[in-house]
């Protein structure tokens, strides 16, 4: 996860337990939860996709938590979800297709 490794490389300590892994938004939703009753919970949120981010801002929202203000989060895919959500996600575009144009050339270089 790029984020972690962002943790260690500015010598950041790591909590195990502000790391959700969810799968779909239902579980973005279960873990947002589950993060906003911690005591020492972020004021930061990354979730790894626009949908997900979506489940964890609902999430944020039922604990009455203000987005931002409380709590910032942001993603990393620029779905159409990203512009439906109050307030509108902040995130980041991946270009999937150059990704992989690049490691696909990186790969036959190396072959």
């Not at 512009?83 to 490691?103: F, M, N, R, S, Y």
Request: hydrophobic residues 40%.
């Amino acid at each position: 996860m790029g984020g972690i490794r962002a943790l260690k490389d500015a010598r950041l300590p790591r909590d195990e337990e502000l790391i959700i892994q969810c799968d779909n938004q239902a579980d973005a939703m279960i873990g947002g939860e589950q993060l906003m009753r911690r005591v020492n919970c972020s004021d930061r949120i990354f979730a790894r996709n626009d949908l997900t981010a979506a489940g964890v801002m609902y999430a944020i929202k039922h604990r009455r938590f203000k987005i931002p203000g409380d709590v910032a989060i942001s993603s990393f895919t620029n779905d159409l979800v990203s512009t439906l959500t109050d307030p509108t996600l902040i995130t980041v575009e991946q270009h999937g297709d150059k990704v992989g144009e690049i490691a696909t050339d990186l790969l036959w270089r190396r072959i």
